[in-house]
């Protein structure tokens, strides 16, 4: 029971992970790859707090705003470039990440945080409180999607210079999707350090960045659904298949291109033409 405890308190962690790049990527058109240090630096907030004797609950919104932060300034700086451009700074910014908390002896350096505290919950209770804030993240992208702000969104996302000739501020609304994306990968990154408890460099290189976007185009890039369900799928693969783990970056990689070759929309553009080609036959 508690390794099945273990997959579903993963794959909670992931689909929250996941959701979070997805509104930098799926819903305003921001290539992200350098995630994994969002992740990094909630998780890393998270586990000195309560190893420091602070509650887990309170270092989570602490988490949440470090990375937002984080995701602020690297927003800030990258509103300038786009598409290729975007992707290979974000990508920098990951790199850099990892480079500093190397050399910092007080994050553990090389080998990284062992022991980090209990969260309090029991782990049923912990499972629990990943799943309720996965889909309460999940509920709130939805609603978002068919608001007006998501609506903004996706006008960004299609085409940046229509937008600014509509009047629409599109600096203004890649960064509050940045900084709403960011904050999200710091809690999840908060839970991640306290499900594992242990962090290191490692945890939060170019291949977990890699593995979360994988996760967003083989569900569907925008799709809330879609990633949610490739998210779980993928988390628990390389727990249940050694050699997954093993070649994590190659399996990913060459899943990105199979999707991208064959089915760029992904799960969630394979099943809506499944289901209309279905009601096309019956009418």
């Not at 994994?36 to 998780?43: H, K, Q, S, V, Y």
């Not at 050399?103 to 080998?111: K, R, S």
């Not at 209770?125 to 309720?132: D, N, Q």
Request: charged share 10%; with cysteine; glycine share 10%.
């Amino acid at each position: 029971m508690s390794y099945e405890i273990t997959l579903l308190t993963t794959m909670a962690i992931s689909i929250l992970f996941a959701l979070s790049l997805n509104f930098i990527s799926g819903f305003c058109g921001q290539i992200s790859l350098g995630h994994a240090a969002f992740l990094g630096t909630g998780a890393y907030v998270s586990a000195l707090m309560t190893k420091a004797s602070v509650p887990f609950l309170l270092t989570l919104p602490v988490a949440a705003l470090a990375a937002a932060t984080l995701g602020f300034v690297i927003g800030l700086t990258s509103l300038r470039v786009r598409h290729d451009f975007l992707a290979i700074t974000t990508m920098g910014a990951g790199f850099l990440f990892v480079g500093i908390v190397r050399q910092q002896d007080f994050l553990g350096g090389e080998v990284g945080i062992s022991g980090i505290p209990g969260t309090g919950f029991s782990r049923i209770g912990f499972m629990v409180f990943c799943m309720a804030l996965a889909a309460a993240f999940m509920a709130f992208s939805l609603y978002v999607r068919k608001s007006w702000m998501g609506f903004v969104f996706q006008s960004v996302a299609d085409n940046e210079d229509v937008a600014r000739v509509l009047g629409i501020d599109a600096s203004r609304y890649k960064l509050i999707a940045f900084v709403i994306g960011t904050a999200t990968a710091g809690i999840a990154g908060a839970l991640y350090a306290h499900h594992f408890r242990y962090i290191g460099p490692d945890s939060f290189g170019f291949v977990e960045s890699v593995s979360v976007l994988a996760m967003v185009i083989v569900g569907g890039i925008g799709s809330v659904w879609g990633v949610a369900l490739a998210a779980a799928m993928l988390s628990i693969m390389p727990l249940l298949f050694q050699f997954i783990d093993d070649y994590k970056l190659l399996a990913y990689s060459a899943l990105l291109f199979l999707m991208m070759r064959f089915a760029p929309d992904g799960i969630a553009g394979l099943f809506t033409r499944a289901f209309t080609r279905r009601r096309s036959t019956e009418v």
